[in-house]
């Protein structure tokens, strides 16, 4: 699979070009287009109960869909539901990665994804408290809401990363949990509710805005009755 990605950095979409009878795994919702011909079938990706798994505890659809080429090879474009940029994790068999929840687009035949605890705060943070793991080789496809940016930690530095501004980071990366604040009238006054303590050695991808921030504010526009 080839990745090709377009009208970066605000509102990037990745175009997954497949060779003849190759699949690719996409996010259900997140096909933007295809080439004519493409073999399309979605199911509960390693059956129901990891179906239910990945909906309502890591926050992604239940369905999985795979697009198969045909005889002449295809496209697929993906994008997120929110405006922002698209990155390609290179899986070399040896180090996975987790990713928060909605941030998972795409991945090529050979990337295995499994839901994974990420962590008890979250639950209570609004990001989720399980986080899709994706291990194996080949590419996988993340999106952002807003710009991009990658950490990249030395062993042992350290960082606090907004839990709502986390988008993936490296099995190497050792990570916790915590409230940024004690108590909740605390957490009320600074705005902020939980973060991520990470140490390295390893990668962390972070997006520029918080889509539960977005949310939050959205809510605060409707008119109340």
């Not at 909906?55 to 992604?60: I, P, R, S, V």
């Not at 399980?130 to 042992?156: E, R, S």
Request: hydrophobic share 40%; with cysteine; net charge neutral.
């Amino acid at each position: 699979m080839q990745v090709q990605i377009r009208h970066q950095p605000s509102f990037a979409v990745a175009r997954l070009v497949l060779a003849p009878g190759e699949p690719a795994q996409v996010e259900s919702g997140a096909m933007a287009a295809m080439s004519y011909g493409m073999h399309v079938q979605s199911q509960s990706q390693g059956g129901v109960m990891k179906g239910l798994g990945r909906a309502f505890l890591a926050g992604e659809s239940f369905f999985v869909s795979t697009y198969t080429a045909p005889q002449n090879g295809g496209w697929v474009d993906v994008a997120a539901s929110l405006p922002g940029d698209i990155q390609v994790l290179n899986l070399d068999g040896r180090t996975g990665w987790c990713v928060t929840r909605g941030s998972w687009l795409a991945s090529s035949y050979g990337v295995q994804t499994e839901t994974r605890w990420g962590g008890f705060g979250k639950l209570f943070g609004g990001e989720g408290g399980f986080l899709t793991h994706v291990t194996g080789q080949g590419q996988v496809i993340v999106g952002c809401y807003g710009a991009l940016d990658v950490v990249t930690l030395q062993p042992g530095e350290l960082v606090t990363i907004d839990s709502g501004h986390v988008v993936a980071y490296a099995d190497t990366v050792q990570s916790q949990t915590r409230k940024i604040a004690a108590g909740v009238i605390q957490s009320l006054k600074s705005g902020e509710g939980l973060v991520f303590d990470f140490a390295g050695p390893g990668q962390i991808l972070t997006q520029t805005r918080n889509p539960s921030a977005l949310a939050a504010w959205v809510v605060a526009q409707v008119p109340q009755r």
